[in-house]
């Protein structure tokens, strides 16, 4: 569905920020992007969505070059979460799901019954339809992140980018989003998300890519790609993968811990 | 069905808002030196449409329909187009401290005439003059307040002031040049900001610039509602996010613009108007702009009333909508300072 060959993006011809990055997104898969932090993984998704302009490779959905599309084309192709912020002013959340049918509007057009139809739904799928009437700036991080998740959705788009969906969510709110985003990817979302946890690989993902210097150190599946020996690597820290036992369950997962000292 | 919670209530409140206004126009011709019976206003007034033996004064008239009429749209059309454009600001930049006299648009658009009114310019150079200079000016705000920060909102507010500094000591310059005995009480009781020197006439004039803006504002509504969430996330939600902006800034500087050259700088219009209408219906721009103009409108409308209202002196309105908004604006701050953050 999404391929990237060779990208390329510098913001000084002499610094290249990121160097020959090529990877593969089909539908039902999640990719996990890992990497320490000022490494390029942010841009990378910017210029994924195309705002940074890449200066080399190509990027080509379902055939279709991606920089060359429109951007109401591409906002129909991909869509975007992004870290949960404030808005400038106090909006209700149904407002901000709305939002994203912007692309489908038609010029001076207000959103239909339709489109409002489709908003529902998608907060109702996600579980979310009791904050409808919620003021975006009032509420707690997991449920901004809800929100934002929900925008993305309405815009009716096969792949979803997310900028660490996952930032600053307690344990039950990581959760949450992460059994979201595996619902979608079984749904057909072909999803990329960077993120600063590892486990969250073994947890939700079926891909995985480290990246380090704006190059792609490792790619593939997380069992074989995340491992002591490269994970070590990647953030130039001990990290150990280890395996712990689920009692209640008896199964055995995989996690990562990072070693101090 | 789904049902926005506010929907119902947002009707509400634009016909209340709507019929305030519609009152208030009429109530507004009561106000003056001359006193004038509320019948013999009506009749006055209807009767260029139908049929009503005059047994007012010639005078009467004219007070009703070359001074009143005029000076009474341009509150609300002012008020309305200065509030409108605020909202946009306000939408655009993210910042609920931007209003086009704290961005500089009014500083160099009133430069601008000013410097017109210098050289004797017809009213159409004027305008002109003015919507250039104050184009400068809130592109030169913009460009000053990214250079240091794109996200602080203090920073805009600051290189506003130095822009509007910077224009102010320029409309200096051109009133040292100006004729101290013509031009220069005109400028400066001009600048003082007044809807004294309305005719029908500059109320005509002043329409397409007012009406082409709104309209193209009213086009790209929930584009521009976009915005608020942020210029990158608009982009990826599909918005032509450049475009969204050239049309907004231009759109509200022509607005300001055009009320700039009749009126003078008027002040806190265009911040303090918007916050209320917040209150009222929300953020969502596309009802913003709808809430703002009502209210905004009638707000200029009943200062101006104010002003006239009071007997044996006019007040410059630019005094009094800064004596009304200063503390109106630090009320809205402490009560609403939370949904901003």
Known sequence: MLKVQGLSFYYHRDKEVLKDISFQLDRHDILCLLGPNGTGKTTMLRCLLSLNKIKNGTIEIDGVDFTKATVRERAEMV?????????AFSYESFEV???????????????????????????????????IHK?????????????????????QSRILVMDEPTANLDYSNQVKILQVIKDLAEEGYAILMASHFPNHAFLACNKVALMR?????AQGNPEDIVTTENLTRLYQTPVCVTEAELNFKRSVTKVCVPVMG | MVKLSGNKKYGLTIAILSCFIVGLFFVSFLIGRYSIHPRTVLDIFFSNYADIGEYWHDDLDIVVMQVRLPRIMLGILVGGALSVSGASYQTLFKNPMAAPDILGVSAGAGFGAALAMLWNSSWWQIQIFAFVFGLIAVTATYLIGSIFSRQEITVLILAGIVVSSFFQALLSIVKTLADTDTQLPSITFWLMGSLGKGTNE????????????LAILFIFRHHIDTLAAGEDVAAT???????MKMITVCCSTLMTVSAVSICGIIGWVGMVVPHISRMLT?????????TSFLVGG????????????????????????????????VILLSRVKKGWS
């Not at chain 1, 869509?79 to 808005?87: C, D, E, G, N």
């Not at chain 1, 210097?213 to 150190?217: A, F, N």
């Not at chain 2, 939600?237 to 475009?243: A, D, E, I, P, S």
Request: proline share 5%; hydrophobic share 50%.
């Open chain 1, 79 to 87: 869509a975007y979460v992004p870290q949960a912020t404030a808005m």
């Open chain 1, 97 to 131: 799901v709305l939002m994203g049918r912007i692309a489908h509007l038609p010029t001076g057009g207000k959103p239909t019954a339709k489109d409002k139809a489709i908003a529902y739904e998608v907060m109702e799928k996600l579980g979310i339809t009791h904050l």
């Open chain 1, 135 to 155: 003021d975006f700036n009032q509420m707690s991080g997991g449920e901004k992140q809800m929100i934002l998740v929900a925008r993305a959705l309405v815009q």
């Open chain 1, 213 to 217: 210097d704006g190059v792609i150190m």
């Open chain 2, 202 to 213: 500059s109320v005509l004039l002043m329409l397409p610039a007012l009406g082409i803006s």
């Open chain 2, 237 to 243: 939600m599909g918005v032509n996010v450049r475009l």
């Open chain 2, 282 to 290: 929300g953020s969502s721009f596309p009802r913003l702009i709808v």
């Open chain 2, 298 to 329: 009638s707000f200029l409308l009943i200062i101006d009333n104010v002003v006239r209202g009071v007997k044996g002196v006019e007040l410059p309105l630019g005094v009094l909508t800064a004596l009304v908004g200063t503390p109106v604006f």
